[in-house]
């Protein structure tokens, strides 16, 4: 039996930085994005509810399938699928960019 794979994205989006596990990555036929599909969500079984991982839930919720700006990708890893059984990801907010990097805009004045 062939396991199945499992691959952490990790991208920028308006600002904060996103990490999601998803079953499939490619290339899309749309130029210059990323499609992600079976987007990997963890139990919501947890006494304690981490904010971050609601907002992510809140916004994939009935997403099937995703495309991500290339220059927004940080980095994809494929991992082992159990932790994929880990809660969805998380968002972190406040991060300031590395200077050319998406969501930096430079002020000339």
């Known amino acids: 039996m062939v396991a199945k794979k499992c691959y952490k994205i990790i991208f920028y ?8 596990y998803a079953g499939h990555v490619y290339p899309s036929e749309m130029f210059g994005f990323l499609e992600v599909e079976a987007l990997t969500f963890g139990e919501r079984s947890q006494v304690l509810v981490d904010p ?3 907002k992510l839930r809140t916004e994939f919720e009935g997403v099937q399938r995703t495309y991500i700006p290339m220059n927004a990708i940080v980095r994809i890893d494929e991992v082992e699928p159990a932790a994929a059984e880990r ?7 406040g991060v300031t960019p590395f200077p050319g990097s998406p969501g930096h805009h430079r002020n000339n004045d």
Not at 13 to 20: C, K, M, P
Not at 87 to 93: A, D, I, M
């Open 52 to 54: 971050s991982q609601e």
């Open 87 to 93: 809660p969805l990801g998380r968002v972190k907010s």
């Open 13 to 20: 989006n308006q600002d904060e930085v996103f990490e999601i």
